[in-house]
């Protein structure tokens, strides 16, 4: 992103100059924004890397890792799912330091040093060290989303916020969706340990690139028009202004039934889907008999769809202004679909095809989730509320990983997996009944339509 005091011919307006004080903001929709198509794809790409970083340990297990390192069913899944141990802890803090000193140097070393993190899984032979190593890749993963939220809540009005936080969060299929393809094929032309290196290597690039592309604020970025920053401002005042310090609106969080009905909701559901995500290319391997190169492209299939399937439910939820009846089908539905692969028992057709409505509905509920916890926490704290509800995912996430690893080490095997993955999901889509929906209907004309002025994810 260019410095306030020079433009550069990056940039993304095209006549160089700021509009004069009083422009009327751009009316052609979210993409006409120069912040959209200048902080969208930058945000993408960040939270992108760092999803790559986190989810590459499923290959290398699935790719020869555990027998080389002899790990066994507990261990494995003991070493994977150690990174959301340090997700979970450094989640608020993240979020504290974003808010009172600086989202944008958050997000720069942490990318830069979760890079190098990443590098060293490839060079470890001890499980020791693969553990501590994995529970500081979360402790450093975990300021990004906070941070991330920060940012775009600054840069994007009300209007806008669900629609970037859906582009925000697409990340996390898209990415595993590529990450198994290309995982896969760096495994199965070299080994575990080169994949492990090549795929960190560019987060240590990026981090210090995002020192020179992101601003804290849009007032600090020559290229916001007038017109935009006017909107941006008029946005804040109409926001809901906190009643206390920092710690106070905090403890306000901890006291909100339900956002606490919430993040317990959000644990059984990151509880399925981090089992889900983990452990299919082991899953998928073992029912196929292909090898990894395959079964990384076997596995990026459910990804695909998992993205339309969030754009789509994202759009008609934005229209309709509705957020629960576009969250808890969609779960139970996931639910019911990992019982019914686990049923197809050898035809893995069938059973892939199952694993695939598993995973798009897992997915296609989490841009209108997000925006229902900012509607639902108490006012001007509703990144508080998120940080709070993604500290209960990680935990969940946690027990997933390492659960559903670890059973299908057991006599339990694949179908005590599919079981622990189900009933996470269904008991989640139950949880989203007990929620009562503040019915506030979308603006005319508009694409998405918030209930609060500060929708994170």
């Known amino acids: 992103m260019p410095s306030s005091s020079r433009r550069t011919s990056g940039s993304p307006t095209s006549t160089g100059a700021r509009q004069p004080a009083g422009a009327p903001p751009p009316t052609g929709g979210f993409w006409s924004s120069s912040r959209a198509r200048y902080l969208i794809p930058v945000a993408f790409l960040t939270y992108s890397l760092a999803y790559l970083d986190k989810s590459n340990y499923a290959i290398a297990s699935a790719g020869g890792m555990t027998g080389e390192l002899h790990l066994s069913a507990g261990l494995d899944s003991l070493i994977a799912a150690s990174f959301f141990l340090g997700y979970f802890f450094f989640q608020i803090p993240g979020t504290i330091y974003a808010e009172q000193r600086s989202a944008r140097r958050l997000v720069a070393w942490s990318t830069v040093t979760w890079g190098l993190l990443a590098v060293v899984q490839g060079l470890l032979s001890s499980p020791g060290q693969l553990i501590a190593v994995r529970f500081a890749l979360g402790v450093v993963e975990g300021a990004v989303l906070p941070s991330m939220v920060m940012l775009l809540g600054r840069w994007f009005t009300d209007r806008e916020r669900g629609r970037a936080n859906t582009l925000l969060i697409l990340g996390n299929p898209v990415t595993v969706m590529w990450l198994s393809a290309l995982s896969g094929w760096l495994v199965s032309v070299s080994n575990w340990r080169v994949m492990f290196i090549v795929e960190g290597i560019p987060s240590v690039i990026w981090g210090l690139l995002c020192l020179r592309l992101l601003k804290d604020r849009p007032e600090d970025a020559s290229w916001v028009s007038a017109g935009e920053l006017a909107a941006l401002q008029e946005d804040r005042n109409a926001a809901p202004a906190p009643s206390g310090t920092l710690s106070q609106e905090y403890r306000k969080v901890l006291r ?47 990804y695909a769809f998992a993205v339309l399937a969030m754009l789509v439910n994202s759009r008609l939820s934005d229209r309709s202004g509705r957020r629960r009846i576009a969250v808890w089908p969609w779960l139970g539905a996931g639910g019911l679909a990992l019982f019914g692969s686990y049923a197809a028992g050898s035809n893995f057709p069938v059973a892939l095809a199952l694993l695939v409505v598993a995973g798009l509905c897992l997915y296609a509920p989490y841009g209108p989730y997000f925006a229902l916890v900012s509607a639902l926490a108490p006012p001007g704290v509703s990144g508080a509320a998120v940080a709070l509800v993604n500290s209960l995912g990680a935990l969940g996430s946690f027990a997933g990983t390492y659960l559903v690893g670890w059973i299908r080490g057991t006599p339990l095997g694949d179908g005590g997996a599919f079981a622990l993955m189900a009933a996470g999901a269904l008991l989640s889509a139950a949880l989203m009944l007990a929620v009562r929906e503040p019915r506030t209907p979308p603006a005319p004309g508009t694409v998405t339509r918030q209930p609060t002025a500060a929708t994170r994810t």
Request: hydrophobic share 50%; glycine share 14%; no cysteine.
């Open 256 to 302: 909100s039934r339900p956002v606490l009905l919430m993040a317990v909701q959000y644990f059984f559901w990151s509880f399925g889907m981090y089992g889900f995500i983990f452990w299919l290319p082991s899953i998928v391997k073992k029912g196929s008999g292909e090898g990894i190169g395959a079964t990384g492209l076997l596995t990026a299939v459910p």
